[in-house]
């Protein structure tokens, strides 16, 4: 027996496994309305009875046969380990559940099955027998509403008493007696026979791989003829017939468990409506831009800014802190000076690094972080998918590349990872692209959304234009270089939903987390570099080796290299460099628009490049990084050329 | 069932060709219900006659096509099987019910060329049977003709607001069936077009979906009054 029973949450898209994963962990696992906010696993520990037990969140999925690959994720997990499956289900849509979990009995792991959203299910009318389903299933059945705490701790007492289904699914003749027969060939210390039987016949090869260790040769031809054999005798694909009998076999269970009324339409639908309708949305989508201009450009950027950095920090924290390092560290010896000017001197530790990290960019990302949550947690994103689908095919993606995109205004890095929920390559790759190139992060969007706010309102449009411009030029340029197959826009839109504030603030809060413990250690270490550089004279060669770059074809003053060097590291550090040269005067708005452009394209900072590199490997990330910035250089100088 | 009684001996021709067609097919010989009630000599009899008009040869014992026997069989698969899909979309029966139907209207004098072809467009060009079996494609699928206001169309057709229940789906690569299976978009189901511009949605049960209208034009549906 396992040390460590492992407790696995399963389910379809967007059903609320990572609520439920917060419940029984106490972890936070980000939680919002689309499908595919979880693209990798989770792991906590939650207590069941007096043993302690490992907890993962996996991405949703609609069947064991994976699609894209946040799905494999999945899949791949199920076959590896063993241990209790909690399935989640959407009391609305126990039709697409059922499916799924008849897959998952076949792996012959206990099984716990939870009916989520029973408060969305009521509200539609539907009304679900759960003591009926736990008789036909045969395990442990729960209702629950998440969200807001319904019928967790049952959850918790049941997942003791989870158990193998005793349901056995029938499949029609041809299907059952070949999956009989590929099962006679797997050896029996296979784990989940049956279900990896179901996936070959599926013709799922991957599975063939994992298994090429413990079969046999002549029973891998076997198979392969056995499965060739089935597929030969249907025009459809042997996977879809069998999922359409899974399908058949779950409305027959639930014609006995579900009945339905109709109900009217509510507010909601026709909100829902035009938030999609070809005029309305975009009506509703210039509506949203500008709340969001309105609370991050106006009021994070502009009035939270200017409390922070002039009140706290120029009142407050800058003088004290020079007042108390001026005591211990005095400037007259050229020892303690070092460590004082490292402290407190033009590229100092907190009057440098601090105050960009804290003043400028820290309020700035936090009301954008709550904003973009409140844009999450509705269902508002997927809508702009269906809006914007024609223009990304352009770009050789489709509408649901919109999410990662998106997403990338928070944070590129994380954004990359979720390229996972795109179905080809070639889209993972483009997407991963443009968000290196051409999506600034929220950091950097509110430095430049700050810098915009005091700068003549048509260099914005300028800066947006040609930013969008590159965007689709990029993308339009290698949907024709790289190869790759046709993609399809198939998407689920979630239902639209009033965010929950505890969400939205826990969301905000771990984001914010997150850019504290990653984002500001970088801005020291570039400051303390620049202090370094400076220190030993360095910085000043660099400057004019940089110079003509910088100052021949860019127009700007030589020290914009500073920024531009530490553009490296992050470029929203970079950015908030040449914030700092125009606050000072030291950037007219030509230059500065420049800057600013050039600063965008930058990639975004070195864990981006590092996510990369884990994603498609170090070779497209060292070509993605030698594009960009030469690349960067070069728009900035044609547009200085332009403007000229 | 006793209609075997009635059956001729072209009927008996007819079947003996069906037959070897589903053998090859599948790839094993398996008992032929329609045949099973048909004497021995009867079957020699109807057996000889094919071989002799060289529709069929018999090598050890069993019974391959020849190329225009394979023709001969052809048709008669495609009236099977475009009936059984008649059958299905129009009157709802059950699958069974549906396959012997079928099995009386495969022949020649019951089904003529012309009838064929309109029941092919009528029911869009169906590429199945509803057992999911390839139904081999005639002249009329060959052109796309719709002379016949079909009754099953692609969904791209379909008015926005209206109802419509899937009868088959032939996208244009098999990835895509699964995908949209998943998402409850599958044959039998019944949708709602909530849009079609900027993009199509569509709305199974609670399922909300987008997609491409490229996508639709592989959905075929009836329309829900």
């Not at chain 1, 800066?463 to 290698?478: C, Y």
């Not at chain 2, 467009?121 to 016949?148: A, D, Q, W, Y």
Request: some cysteine.
């Amino acid at each position: 027996m396992n040390s460590q029973q492992k407790i696995i949450l399963v389910g379809n898209p967007n059903v609320g496994k990572s609520v439920i994963f917060g419940f029984l962990t106490g972890a936070y696992a980000t939680v919002s309305n689309y499908p595919g906010t979880t693209v990798s696993l989770s792991k906590g520990e939650t207590k069941l009875g007096d043993r302690t037990c490992e907890v993962i969140d996996t991405p949703g999925v609609n069947s064991l046969i994976p699609m894209s690959e946040d799905e494999a994720v999945t899949r791949n997990l199920l076959l590896a380990e063993n241990g209790i499956i909690i399935q989640v289900a959407d009391a609305k849509n126990l039709s697409r559940a059922l499916p799924l979990t008849f897959q998952l009995m076949e792996l012959e792991i206990p099984f716990v099955f939870v009916i989520n959203m029973c408060d969305e299910a009521a509200k539609n009318g539907i009304k679900i027998d759960a003591k009926k389903l736990e008789e036909i299933l045969g395990v442990p059945v729960v209702t629950t509403v998440a969200t807001r705490g319904l019928g967790l701790p049952q959850l918790q007492e049941k997942m003791a008493s989870a158990q193998i289904s005793s349901y056995s699914l029938k499949y029609s003749g041809v299907f059952s007696e070949a999956l009989k027969e590929i099962a006679a060939e797997i050896p029996d210390t296979v784990v989940g026979k049956r279900a990896c039987a179901s996936m070959l016949l599926s013709g799922d090869r991957t599975v063939v791989e994992r298994l090429k260790k413990v079969l046999a040769p002549e029973a891998k031809t076997k198979i392969e003829s056995l499965c060739r054999k089935v597929a030969a005798q249907f025009a459809e694909p042997v996977s879809f017939l069998m999922g359409r009998e899974r399908l058949a076999q779950g409305q027959i269970i639930l014609n006995r468990v579900l009945s339905a009324q109709k109900k009217e339409r509510s507010f909601f639908q026709f909100l829902n409506r035009w938030t999609m309708h070809p005029f309305l949305g975009l009506v509703v989508l210039a509506g949203v831009l500008e709340i969001v201009y309105l609370f991050v450009g106006k009021f994070g950027a502009g009035i939270a800014v200017d409390f922070i950095e002039k009140g706290i920090f120029g009142k407050y924290i800058s003088p004290g802190s020079v007042w108390l390092v001026d005591r211990i560290f005095s400037e007259a010896h050229p020892i303690t000076r070092f460590f004082h000017d490292a402290l407190v001197g033009p590229y100092g530790l907190i009057t440098m690094g601090l105050s960009y990290g804290f003043a400028i960019v820290l309020p700035i990302v936090t009301t954008f972080f709550i904003a973009f949550s409140l844009m999450e947690d509705s269902g508002y994103l997927p809508r702009l998918a269906v809006m914007v689908n024609r223009c990304f095919k352009w770009m050789g993606l489709n509408g649901k590349a919109v999410l990662p995109m998106v997403l990338g205004l928070g944070c590129d890095t994380m954004a990359t990872l979720t390229t996972r929920i795109l179905e080809t390559k070639k889209q993972r790759v483009i997407v991963t692209l443009l968000l290196a190139l051409a999506v600034p992060c929220s950091a950097q969007l509110g430095v430049l959304l700050g810098m915009f706010g005091k700068m003549p309102v048509w260099t914005f449009w300028v800066w947006l234009s040609v930013i969008i411009g590159i965007m689709f030029f990029v993308g339009f340029a290698s949907n024709k270089i790289l190869k790759g197959e046709p993609n399809a826009f198939v998407m689920e839109i979630p239902p639209l939903r009033i965010p929950q504030f505890g969400n939205v603030a826990k969301k905000t809060l771990s984001r914010l987390e997150w850019y504290v413990k990653e984002a500001v250690p970088l801005f020291l270490l570039g400051t303390f570099i620049l202090f370094l550089l400076d220190a030993v004279h360095v910085l000043g060669v660099l400057q004019r080796a940089a110079s003509p770059l910088v100052v021949t074809i860019l127009g700007l003053p030589k020290e914009a290299a500073n920024a531009f060097l530490i553009g490296f590291l992050r470029r929203d550090y970079g950015a908030t460099g040449f914030f700092d040269m125009f606050n000072h005067g030291q950037l007219n708005v030509m230059q500065a628009l420049v800057a600013l452009v050039v600063i965008t394209l930058f990639i975004p900072c070195v864990a981006n490049v590092f996510m990369i590199v884990k994603e498609h490997g170090g070779r497209t990330a060292l070509k993605m990084v030698s594009f960009i910035f030469p690349f960067a250089f070069l728009v900035g100088g044609i547009l200085r050329w332009i403007l000229k | 069932m006793s209609t075997e009684e009635t059956l001729t001996l072209d009927e008996i021709q007819d079947h003996i060709l069906v037959r070897a067609w589903l053998d090859h097919e599948t790839g094993q010989p398996e008992p032929d219900h329609c045949l099973s009630t048909v004497s021995e000599a009867i079957r020699q009899e109807a057996t000889q006659i094919l071989t002799r008009k060289e529709w069929i040869a018999v090598k050890d014992n069993q019974i391959i096509l020849t190329p225009r026997g394979q023709e001969q069989a052809s048709h008669l698969i495609r009236r099977h099987r475009l009936a059984e899909r008649l059958f299905a979309v129009v009157f709802n029966l059950s699958e069974e019910a549906v396959h012997a139907q079928a099995c009386r209207m495969e022949h020649e004098n019951v089904l003529t060329p012309e009838a064929v072809e309109g029941i092919c467009s009528f029911l869009g060009h169906p590429p199945s049977c509803p057992h999911g079996r390839p139904i081999p494609m005639g002249e009329c699928c060959k052109l796309f003709t719709n002379e016949v206001k079909p009754l099953v169309m692609p969904l791209y057709q379909g008015e926005v607001g209206n109802d419509y229940r899937i009868v088959f789906m032939a996208p244009k690569y098999h990835s895509l069936l699964e995908r949209l299976s998943g998402l409850g978009v599958t044959p039998g189901a019944s949708l709602h077009i909530s849009q079609k511009s900027p993009s199509f949605v569509l709305k199974v049960s609670e399922t909300e979906v987008a997609l491409d209208e490229e996508i639709t034009n592989g959905i075929y549906v009836v329309c829900l009054q």
